[in-house]
C-alpha cells in the first residue's frame, strides 16, 4: 500500500518568514495530493491540493510543488503569520479515494 | 450550509465497554470516511461508504468496529469492547467523489481508560 513520509515534525519559523513542509509517497498510481490544516479542537481543513497533471500550484501566500518522478510534494507558505501555526498533514490519494496521510508537522510562528 | 458533524466531542469510556460514535455528512454528499489518528501519529485510513454500501473497509483494526450507513445519511461507528489500543481522535470526512475535495468533523476523542 501506500506509504507518506512527512517532515519535519515540528517547525518553528519567525513572523514573516517562510516555512516549507516536505512529503514524499510511495505509489506512483496516487494522483491527488492535498494538505490539510489542524487547529486545536478543530478537525483538518483543507487549505490546497494539487492534481498529478500539474507541478505546482499557488493560493495567496500558500503554494504546493509536485514532483512526479521523484515522488515528492512540498508546502510553501510566505510570510508567516502567527494565525498560520497549526498541525499541517499532506495525503496522497489514488482517484479521490482513500487518503494516506503523513505523520504531521506541527508549525509554530513566533511573533 | 452546515459541515460534517460528529457526536460526541469526547467519550471516556472503560475498557470492554461500548461506545457509539457518529457522523452527520454535509447534505448531498454520498461518500463517507472514518479515518483514527492514534497517540499523535498519522491520520489512518477506516473505512469509506458510498451511500449506504461499504466501499472499502480494509483499514479496520478488527471485529470489533462495526460500522453502519443507514439511509445513506448519517453514519455510526461501534467499538464492542473497546480496548486500551482503541484510543485516539476519530474522524469523519465527506466529499462528493467528482470533485476529490474530502471535508472533515472536528472529530471525535475516544480515551479507554
Known amino acids: 500500500g501506500e506509504n507518506v513520509e512527512q517532515h519535519p515534525s515540528t517547525l518553528s519559523v519567525q513572523e514573516g518568514d517562510s516555512a516549507v513542509i516536505k512529503c514524499t509517497y510511495s505509489?506512483?498510481?496516487?494522483?491527488?495530493f492535498p494538505w490539510y490544516k489542524q487547529e486545536l479542537g478543530k478537525g483538518p481543513q483543507l487549505i490546497i491540493d494539487?492534481?498529478?497533471?500539474?507541478g505546482e500550484k499557488k493560493d495567496q501566500r500558500i503554494a504546493v510543488t509536485l514532483n512526479k518522478t521523484a515522488k515528492h510534494f512540498s508546502l510553501h507558505i510566505t510570510e508567516t503569520q502567527p494565525e498560520d501555526s497549526a498541525v499541517y498533514f499532506c495525503?496522497?490519494?489514488?482517484?479521490?479515494?482513500?487518503?494516506?496521510f503523513g505523520s504531521g508537522t506541527k508549525l509554530n510562528v513566533k511573533p | 450550509e452546515a459541515g460534517v458533524t460528529q457526536f460526541p466531542s469526547h467519550s471516556v469510556i472503560e475498557k470492554g465497554q461500548t461506545v457509539t460514535l457518529r457522523c452527520d455528512p454535509i447534505?448531498?454528499?454520498?461518500?463517507l470516511y472514518w479515518y483514527r489518528r492514534v497517540m499523535g501519529k498519522e491520520i489512518k485510513f477506516l473505512l469509506h461508504?458510498?451511500?449506504?454500501?461499504?466501499?472499502?473497509e480494509s483499514g479496520m483494526p478488527n471485529n470489533r468496529f462495526l460500522a453502519e450507513r443507514t439511509g445513506g445519511t448519517y453514519s455510526t461507528l461501534k467499538v464492542q469492547p473497546a480496548e486500551l489500543e482503541d484510543s485516539g481522535v476519530y474522524f469523519c470526512?465527506?466529499?462528493?467523489?467528482?470533485?476529490?475535495?474530502?471535508?472533515f468533523g472536528q472529530g471525535t476523542r475516544l480515551t479507554v481508560v
Open positions: 470526512a465527506s466529499s462528493q467523489d467528482s470533485r476529490g475535495w474530502a471535508f
Open positions: 505509489d506512483s498510481a496516487s494522483n491527488y
Open positions: 494539487i492534481r498529478s497533471n500539474v
Open positions: 495525503a496522497a490519494s489514488v482517484n479521490f479515494n482513500k487518503f494516506y
Open positions: 447534505s448531498g454528499h454520498d461518500n
Open positions: 461508504f458510498v451511500k449506504e454500501s461499504k466501499q472499502d
